[in-house]
């Protein structure tokens, strides 16, 4: 019932600002976006209101989280990635409240050659070709909770990494993981 219940704000919220935005005659998306998400507001790095470096050690009871990194050329520019992700609840802040006693919950940040470069709520994401330089380069993801502290196992980061060369047919030149989802 608290997932149902959860789901239901969240698409009221939408049709709440698209029939705003008709009666005002602006959207009004982007400004309840941002206030639905005032407390995590740092997509421009705002790295003094949050706990980006910080690591906390996943609680005990909880089933380890497993992440492997696969990523695709696109056809039109830049590739796709996909977390592969097992024993973690992948998942925007507003679902917060709603949890599931075995498991992990929040999201994942993305860098790029050492700069991050956005939060992931979901398992897809595009990476345009412009967040790459020629050659070389390196895809990390971290696992957060929703504080942004980000969760570890014997004091390693839950994270996985890619090593790829933009100019090769085949990108991956190499695949890390501090905790691979076990086939």
């Not at 492997?68 to 796709?80: E, I, K, M, P, Y």
């Not at 919950?105 to 897809?124: C, E, M, S, T, W």
Request: aromatic content about 6%; charged content about 20%.
């Amino acid at each position: 019932m608290d997932v149902i219940m959860a789901k239901w704000r969240s698409n009221n919220r939408v049709l709440m600002s698209v029939i705003f935005s008709g009666v005002l005659g602006m959207p009004i998306t982007p400004m309840l976006a941002d206030s639905m998400h005032s407390a995590h507001a740092h997509q421009g790095e705002d790295r003094a209101c949050c706990h980006h470096d910080e690591m906390v050690a996943l609680p005990e009871g909880l089933k380890i989280p497993e992440l492997s990194l696969l990523l695709f050329r696109d056809a039109v520019t830049g590739f796709n990635l996909h977390l592969n992700i097992r024993n973690f609840e992948l998942e925007s802040p507003e679902y917060e409240a709603v949890r599931h006693e075995e498991l992990a919950q929040g999201h994942a940040h993305l860098f790029i050659n050492g700069k991050k470069v956005k939060r992931l709520y979901g398992p897809y994401e595009h990476l345009p070709g412009s967040y790459f330089t020629a050659g070389e380069n390196e895809i990390k993801v971290t696992l957060n909770n929703h504080d942004h502290t980000s969760l570890t196992v014997n004091e390693k980061p839950l994270s996985a990494t890619l090593k790829i060369n933009t100019e090769q047919d085949d990108p991956v030149i190499s695949n890390e993981s501090t905790s691979p989802v076990n086939e």
